[in-house]
């Protein structure tokens, strides 16, 4: 009976129990009662938006000197966000900054990103991390979790303690409602923050229904200057939903029917994008092939094809039984599989900057580009800089070069090919091992180098059609095992193996007796 009257609660609109200015009011006082800084996680679109305009016309309504304490509104650019909202987000808070100055309100604005070696394309082209799945969903951490955490560990050290804003409804979906519920503190407006002790989270539109959200943005005006209904008619033409401020792994992939990264192979179908395209945004299509591409390298016959057959770790995990077709576990994207990835990517980049709004698009930073080199340089002895020629190649542009290590280029690649295939061992472990000894240069105590070759030398380097071999041996020599298991004697319960030739007899005769036993009850 409580959970129909919770449910009941959670469907009714809520301009049918409360009125706007007492949501106002729940604002104002929740502000006005410590000196913790407010974090709004703000996305650009509907559920944030309605809850910053919210908190934005509660405090206005202030009296100047009792707006005492600074409301920080950030958000987060994965750089593989939908060119779409991203477009939105950047401009909603440069709006909120400039009017927030010229009506003396304390909120200030920031954009937060992934760090470097973070990043979608560092992780897929430079370390060759497969497209993001249920099993291995990489990306949600490192693009945006880490970026808000990092931003609110940042205000708890400057200020002891802060309080998150979130525009998480509880009408989301019944484990949404589920983790409301359960970090709820009693007889407060606050939730325990999921991870941080000093941090708190305020839901102020917890109990708002979607028609509630659209009605309030519909009826009210745009504090920072924007028209809602621009918001309302981007969301008519995607058939989608706003992709959230993520603070925690149980929030859901923003695929499917949300705005969210254009890159997302969590879920089958982009269902926003496949909206776009057919509205007439046909300048997205080099994206929407990029995420096509990456989605079919998760169907098992492509994947035997673009995946390398040793892990990072520099091991190979075999499976028994042979899983399908395959004998081993897969690992990372080969070389040559993300050099063609990354002719796809600046090639879209090219088009998308030819055909859509923007002549300056960028699908993959310069910063990303040197760091994929570096990456490829260290790891795979690309000593030709081969990234640095794919993008020459495709923009018909130098891209210049950062500091590396200038004494290894082209020709000594083809030095060290030749000796390797000569001596029949694998380039890259001489290079991989050239290069550690290069790094060790100049090191108070050289010997450490000594590890960082024993980690090298102790990785798998044989081919993949070597290892074959060593599996059929595997697999011949598992067959010949046969099955062995203890027997226990049905009398006694002793193992057969203790029983005398004696102690067997008399068992047996103990159960021919009380099999005849039970046959004489049937009768």
């Not at 400039?98 to 604005?109: D, R, S, V």
């Not at 899983?323 to 980049?349: F, V």
């Amino acid at each position: 009976m409580k959970n129909e009257k919770s449910l009941n609660r959670m469907t009714e609109p809520i301009f049918k129990t409360r009125n706007l200015k007492d949501i106002y009011e729940e604002i104002k006082n929740l502000y006005l009662s410590d000196d913790r800084p407010w974090i709004i996680g703000f996305s650009g679109g509907k559920d944030s938006t309605c809850m910053a305009q919210l908190v934005w016309t509660a405090i206005s309504q202030l009296p100047p000197e009792k707006m005492h304490k600074k409301i920080y509104i950030i958000g987060c650019d994965t750089l593989v966000e939908s060119p779409k909202i991203v477009e939105r987000l950047k401009k909603s808070l440069s709006d909120m900054q400039e009017k927030a100055k010229e009506q003396h309100i304390p909120i200030q604005t920031d954009m937060v990103k992934p760090d470097l070696e973070d990043t979608f394309w560092v992780c897929l082209l430079g370390r060759g991390y497969p497209a993001p799945s249920n099993s291995f969903r990489w990306c949600t951490e490192r693009l945006k979790i880490k970026n808000a955490d990092r931003f609110i560990l940042e205000k708890v050290s400057q200020y002891g303690e802060a309080i998150v804003l979130l525009g998480t409804r509880k009408d989301e979906s019944g484990s949404r409602q589920q983790l409301l519920n359960l970090y709820e503190i009693k007889d407060s407006l606050l939730n325990r923050h999921s991870k941080f002790a000093q941090t708190y989270m305020y839901c102020p539109l917890k109990d708002f229904l979607t028609e509630d959200v659209w009605n309030y943005l519909l009826q009210n005006p745009n504090p920072w200057g924007e028209n809602n209904r621009d918001l309302l008619s981007m969301y008519q033409e995607a058939n989608a939903s706003e992709c959230p401020l993520v603070v925690d792994t149980t929030t859901p992939s923003c695929g499917g029917g949300r705005f969210g990264c254009w890159t997302c192979t969590v879920v089958a179908r982009d269902k926003s994008m496949d909206s776009l395209l057919e509205g007439g945004e046909d300048w997205l299509e080099p994206l929407a092939e990029i995420r096509e591409e990456l989605k079919q390298t998760q169907e098992h016959e492509t994947k035997l094809l673009v995946r390398d057959h040793k892990r990072r770790n520099g091991r190979v995990m075999f499976c028994f039984p042979e899983k399908e077709l395959d004998d081993t576990s897969a690992g990372p994207y080969t070389l040559e599989y993300r050099k063609k990835l990354l002719e796809m990517l600046l090639n879209a980049q090219v088009k998308v900057r030819e055909n859509g709004p923007d002549p300056n698009m960028t699908l993959i930073l310069d910063d990303e580009i040197h760091e994929i080199q570096r990456i490829w340089r260290m790891e795979h002895g690309d000593w030709q800089n081969s990234v640095y020629q794919i993008y020459k190649k495709i923009t018909g542009n130098e891209l210049e070069k950062e500091d590396d290590q200038g004494l290894f280029g082209k020709t000594e690649q083809e030095i060290l090919v030749e000796v390797a295939a000569n001596n029949n061992v694998p380039q890259v472990l001489l290079s991989r091992l050239i290069d550690a000894e290069w790094d060790a240069q100049g090191m108070t105590r050289h010997s450490k180098v000594y590890d960082k070759i024993n980690k090298i030398l102790s990785e798998e380097w044989r081919s993949k059609e070597e290892l074959s071999e060593i599996k059929k041996d595997m697999i011949e020599r598992r067959a010949d095992k046969k099955p062995f298991a203890l027997k226990k004697c049905l009398a006694c319960g002793v193992l057969d193996e203790k029983h005398s030739e004696d102690e067997k007899k008399d068992c047996l005769k103990k159960l021919e007796k009380e099999e005849r036993r039970r046959e004489k009850n049937r009768r």
